[in-house]
């Protein structure tokens, strides 16, 4: 009998988990108002660059925390919707702000996730399955966004801005109909699953707006917003211990460097590249850093990017379902490591070819290193 009720019980659960309505709301404005009745007061100056970064690093310890806290493993969707890279997407598509890596005010964005509530934990949900879902079933969550920005060229804190979140949601099978009106509400977001950009994207709408309020009266902060030229990037050939075809390490390294372009980054032409490693004989075989440093210098690249693939445990490996990658970056003019990160190919089983599966791992790479500032 209590098999029976479980088996019942999971299959309503995927049911209202197909159709969810999600409401957000930051700090006691539930309707949204406050961006529109400060927008006639805001800064409208040019765009403002920026450089963003995220920090991930309390992701899997909320996941954990959570999980343990509410005996259920299938919180991660919601608690990811804090991190949703839709936040990434408002800061590129808006208005007042430009990506830029040579900005000086770098934007932190934290994410702490408080508590969460999933609709199969709430007492009403008996109800729902006795109504066959008619009634929807309620979950939320509760959670905090912090904005950090930083000076860069002075090491100093410009501003912190913080804003609690409010999360409910509705899940059932007449939750579809109410899909129509969530186009026309930000803070209204219907969804196949119980992940949202709702979160995001209400805490967005009122930091953009705070923000330039704050910019309207204070002429210091906005003077710190300006960029400098963006270094130039060199890809360094990749380093295979162990493989005897250049083809292969060729084909790593073109796969970063369009990655990298595509992030936005500003690269050295590939033809100087290629036509100075053949004038100094280094083939392409992975450099020394002295012999990364003197590519470096002539060609007038201001950082390298080292790479080197290996399998996850450390033994060389041309194969990308076991590999992993290092990478590292140097400043030539100091030939200082400015970071160094490694990343493993994970489980692609899905992907026949293997160059798809390491382009995949190169731009989910590339896409991590942005995440954490560090490109």
């Known amino acids: 009998m209590h ?25 006691g404005d539930p309707i949204g108002v406050l961006p529109l009745l400060n927008v006639a007061e805001a800064h409208s100056q040019q765009e403002l660059p920026v450089r963003l970064i995220f920090d991930e690093a309390s992701r899997l310890a909320s996941e954990e925390r ?29 208005r007042y702000f430009f990506v830029e890596p040579g900005a000086n005010v770098s934007v932190r964005v934290q994410t702490t996730v408080g508590s969460v509530s999933l609709a199969h934990q709430n007492p009403f949900f008996l109800l729902s399955i006795l109504t066959l879902s008619i009634i929807p079933a309620i979950g939320a969550s509760n959670g905090a966004i912090s904005f950090i920005l930083t000076d860069s060229e002075n090491k100093t804190v410009l501003a912190r801005y913080k804003y609690p979140v409010s999360h409910q949601y ?7 109909l109410a899909s129509v009106v969530t186009p026309f509400l930000d803070r209204v977001d219907y969804s196949g699953d119980v992940r949202t950009d709702s979160i995001v994207d209400v805490v ?4 953009e707006s705070d923000l330039r309020i704050q910019l309207a009266t204070d002429e210091k902060l906005a003077a710190r917003f300006f960029s400098t ?3 130039a990037y060199a890809v360094m050939p990749v380093d295979i211990p162990g493989s005897a075809f250049e083809a292969d390490k060729q ?32 083939g392409q075989s992975g450099l020394t850093l002295d012999q990364g440093i003197r590519v470096g210098r002539h060609i007038q690249a201001q950082r390298l990017i080292f790479a080197r693939v290996t399998k996850a445990n450390g033994v060389p490996s041309e194969n990308p379902d076991a590999a992993r990658i290092a990478v590292k970056c140097v400043d030539v003019s100091s030939r200082r490591i400015l970071w160094s990160e490694s990343f493993d190919a994970g489980n692609r089983s899905g992907k026949q070819d293997a160059d798809d599966r390491m382009d995949f791992l190169i731009r989910s790479m590339v896409s991590k290193l942005r995440t954490k500032g560090f490109i």
């Open 229 to 231: 030229p963006a270094p």
């Open 66 to 94: 959570l999980a343990k806290k509410t005996g259920d493993d299938s919180i991660s969707p919601l608690v990811e919707s804090y991190y949703s890279e839709a936040m990434l997407g408002h800061f590129q598509q808006s």
């Open 251 to 282: 084909e790593v390294r073109e796969s970063l460097e369009r990655a990298l372009v595509r992030s936005g980054i500003q690269m050295v032409e590939r033809a100087r590249l290629r036509a100075l490693l053949s004038e100094l004989e280094y």
């Open 170 to 176: 509705l899940a059932g099978i007449l939750t579809p």
């Open 3 to 27: 098999s029976i009720t479980k088996r019942i019980s999971v299959l309503f659960i995927l049911i209202f988990s197909s159709h969810c309505l999600h409401h957000a709301s930051v700090g």
């Open 204 to 207: 967005y709408d009122r930091f």
